[in-house]
């Protein structure tokens, strides 16, 4: 099992910027990808971005030039957000993969981010 909490959501004007954090413990050796969605109000929850064991890494069209993913250590993945939007307005989830493809096994609770225009 996986645990992952996140930190670092807010409140931000359009133009700003903000870092989430997200912390692993447990099996955390077991993870080969680690990545963050995002669900806004009404809409499905979505990639934002995601980063191999490896660090390689993808992006939604919407976020590439704006966001970066990192793993900072074996249990520690960062999204630095520059150039925040109104449309980045969600909830954002850390996930945890054991296997290279298919949905993340493991979900935090999610952390708020809200641009205001």
């Known amino acids: 099992q996986v645990q992952l909490v996140e930190s670092g959501g807010g409140l931000v004007q359009a133009g700003g910027s903000l870092r989430l954090s997200c912390a692993a413990s447990?099996?955390?050796?077991?993870?080969?990808?680690m990545g963050w969605y995002r669900q806004a109000p009404g809409k499905q929850r979505e990639l934002v971005a995601e980063i191999s064991s490896s660090n390689s890494t993808i992006y939604t069209d919407s976020v590439k030039g704006r966001f970066t993913i990192s793993r900072d250590n074996k249990n520690t993945v960062s999204l630095q957000m520059n150039s925040l939007e109104p449309e980045d307005t969600a909830v954002y989830y850390c996930?945890?993969?054991?296997?290279?493809?298919?949905?993340?096994?493991?979900w935090g609770q999610g952390t708020q981010v809200t641009v205001s225009s």
């Open positions: 447990g099996s955390i050796y077991s993870i080969s990808v």
């Open positions: 996930t945890a993969n054991p296997r290279y493809w298919g949905a993340p096994t493991y």
